[in-house]
């Protein structure tokens, strides 16, 4: 009997230590960048020494390619620190009881609760908002530049980032906490579990807006904040599980990542030209 208190005393204490070290992650996953980006300013500035030497040779096209390429390699910086980040907070048992799943990280919340800030009215309107606010600024501003190009940039990304995860969702047919089957009930009827739709959405509407405006504005990263909100509150009104949220941001990220990269979006190579001129420059 002792040993076995002694046993999930130990537990209890390395669990709480984990719990302590997490708000330190990202700022280790940056200082682990730091390597990186010291050996991609040292290619940098051999890079610009050569071109200087070798000046008379090169042509304006050249130097200019080089230097656009340098500056690529700053701006996707941020893509190991918050990989790094979201894979710790996925590979970590941050619930006090058991996990479990193919992941080895999912449990349920309980007892579910439809009611109060996180209640399921309100992530309904969440979703139903978000729809219509990205449309509205797509067709109001059209696909020019600035603000209008980056709204068509997300809708790029929810329509197929919402393919994506609809396609996931009939594949593996996994049932949800509140049905009581356990988080290894996949290809069980028609469950819809993996991934969350919902967080899908959140995280492929909000990620064209951080990198396009990310630098001009840091506080945009606090657009991370609905994708965060809604899955919290899909996991407590028990209709996914942990790994059902996180793998809908991953896919709504990285559909968002690809959008923004786009100089066309695809919905406007693919519907009527008049559509994409927006309202706004139509009167």
């Not at 047919?173 to 028609?190: E, I, K, L, V």
């Amino acid at each position: 009997m002792n040993a076995a208190v002694g046993v999930e005393t130990a537990i209890t204490v390395r669990r709480n230590a984990l719990r302590k070290m997490l708000p330190a992650v990202p700022l280790v996953m940056l200082q682990l960048c730091a390597p990186v980006r010291a050996m991609a300013g040292e290619a940098h500035r051999s890079g610009s020494a050569h071109s200087n030497s070798a000046a008379a040779s090169s042509s304006p096209a050249t130097v200019k390619k080089m230097h656009l390429g340098a500056h690529a390699w700053w701006r996707k910086r941020w893509v190991l620190p918050t990989a790094g980040a979201v894979a710790f907070l996925a590979a970590m048992r941050i619930h006090e009881g058991s996990s479990h799943g193919p992941f080895g990280i999912d449990y349920k919340l309980s007892p579910q609760d439809n009611n109060g800030f996180f209640s399921r009215p309100n992530q309904l309107g969440l979703e139903f908002g978000t729809v219509a606010f990205e449309a509205a600024g797509a067709l109001f501003l059209g696909n020019h530049k600035g603000l209008g190009h980056v709204f068509w940039q997300s809708a790029d990304a929810s329509v197929f980032a919402g393919f994506a995860a609809d396609a996931l969702k009939y594949t593996f047919r996994r049932a949800r906490p509140y049905q009581n089957q356990g988080p290894n009930a996949f290809f069980s009827g028609t469950d819809q579990s993996f991934p969350s739709g919902e967080v899908t959405l959140q995280a492929s509407f909000v990620t064209p807006f951080i990198l396009h405006y990310r630098h001009r504005y840091p506080w945009i990263w606090a657009a991370e904040l609905l994708p965060i909100y809604d899955a919290y509150g899909r996991m407590k009104s028990q209709g996914h599980w942990q790994s059902d949220v996180l793998t809908g941001w991953l896919i709504g990220t990285a559909f968002g990542y690809w959008a923004s990269q786009r100089k066309i979006p695809l919905l406007v190579e693919v519907l009527p030209r008049g559509v994409s001129v927006g309202f706004y420059k139509r009167f």
